[in-house]
């Protein structure tokens, strides 16, 4: 009888630390699931960030934006005039532009968004400034 009793509690014993091992493992999984999500979403945003700012240069440097969006970086007019969009598969960058007329000249200003889901990343603004063209 007593042997019966012991075994019965030595099966308990056994049942209760399978448990906390699966439990243990449960957690662990959830948690290297997490910092990969995370590693990704920061992934998503360096590409971004990346991008914009190539975006950038190029409009700073470039004598007519709107061409250098078409022909250069591969964006597609937007809804809105002055307006333009690059979808990329993990995040969408969009591009507006428009001209302030200045005493001395043309201030361009540009504004590069990046977009991942629904939800703004950043914005990133790019300006310029031409003597003379009123």
């Keep these: 009888m007593r042997s019966e009793k012991r075994s019965n ?28 999500q995370q590693g990704r979403r920061a992934d ?19 004598d007519d934006p709107a061409e250098t969006l078409l022909t250069g970086a591969g964006f597609v007019p937007g809804e809105t005039e002055g307006s333009w969009l690059l979808t990329r598969d993990e995040y969408e960058l969009q591009v507006t532009l428009r001209d302030e007329a200045q005493a001395g000249g043309t201030l361009h200003v540009g504004e590069v968004s990046a977009s991942s889901e629904g939800k703004l990343l950043f914005t990133l603004p790019c300006t310029r400034y031409e003597e003379g063209q009123l």
């Design 9 to 36: 509690a030595l099966l308990v014993e056994l049942l209760i630390v399978i448990i906390f091992f699966m439990l243990a493992a449960t957690i662990v999984v959830q948690v290297f699931l997490a910092a990969h």
């Design 44 to 62: 998503t945003v360096t590409g971004a960030l990346n991008e914009a700012q190539s975006i950038a240069d190029l409009l700073y440097a470039g």
